[in-house]
T-cell receptor, first 112, second 117 residues
Framework: QQQVKQSPQSLIVQKGGISIINCAYE??????FPWYQQFPGKGPALLIA?????SEKKEGRFTISFNKSAKQFSLHIMDSQPGDSATYFC???????????FGKGTTLSVSS | GAVVSQHPSRVICKSGTSVKIECRSL??????MFWYRQFPKKSLMLMAT?????????EQGVEKDKFLINHASLTLSTLTVTSAHPEDSSFYIC?????????????FGPGTRLTVL
């Protein structure tokens, strides 16, 4: 049973465009939702994270939108750059200190 | 920011040998560390949760006798792949949570590429 569903699997965006990646979760006990960026051969790096008590969080060009009733959250990358080309993972965890459950990942390619 | 290191970054071993991978939190204490496995172009799959001073908790389907985890201090967890076989070849990544932090941020290591010949 896949607890965190991520889409699309791959995404091609023009430089300067907006990249949007979506995730849906099933377990209402999840209360922490981070997004990670991973380059080939490297470990994931935290981009931005949100808790269910807010509907949106913005850090620089990265924004998380969260819809608690729909059990969905998304990552928006504004003004996408070639350097943003990487694999992005959404994740969720039930409570502080517990393991993250990852989505399957989205490979983003930003064309110059 | 918090840094997690892994050693070695790459290891190649013969089938049947054992390999130890270290995960260290360099500038914070971590009572809990996690071990993940990642296949090429796939997501991270949780293998086990490592708690300092106690036995690790393994996910369903992960052989605890094959993947030995030790968390002897607040800054070090080790994963030993025993009697490695080619199917154990993978990218192993650890993560750690700052025990003193008010957030749930988990910091990931750079990963260890294991190739079993």
């Amino acid at each position: 049973q896949q607890q965190v569903k991520q889409s699309p699997q791959s995404l091609i965006v023009q430089k300067g465009g907006i990249s949007i990646i979506n995730c849906a979760y099933e377990n209402t006990a999840f209360d922490y939702f981070p997004w990670y960026q991973q380059f080939p051969g490297k470990g994931p790096a935290l981009l931005i994270a949100i808790r269910p008590d807010v509907s949106e969080k913005k850090e620089g060009r990265f924004t998380i939108s969260f819809n608690k009733s729909a059990k969905q959250f998304s990552l928006h990358i504004m003004d996408s750059q070639p350097g943003d080309s990487a694999t992005y993972f959404c994740a969720a965890s039930r409570q502080a200190g517990t393991a993250l459950i990852f989505g399957k990942g989205t490979t983003l390619s930003v064309s110059s | 920011g918090a840094v997690v290191s892994q050693h070695p970054s790459r290891v190649i071993c013969k089938s049947g040998t054992s390999v130890k991978i270290e995960c260290r939190s360099l500038d914070f204490q971590a009572t809990t560390m996690f071990w993940y496995r990642q296949f090429p172009k796939k997501s991270l799959m949780l293998m086990a949760t490592s708690n300092e001073g106690s036995k690790a908790t393994y996910e369903q389907g992960v052989e605890k006798d094959k993947f030995l985890i030790n968390h002897a201090s607040l800054t070090l967890s080790t994963l030993t792949v025993t009697s490695a076989h080619p199917e154990d070849s993978s990218f192993y990544i650890c993560s750690a949570r700052d025990s003193t932090s008010l957030t749930d941020t988990q910091y990931f290591g750079p990963g260890t590429r294991l190739t079993v010949l």
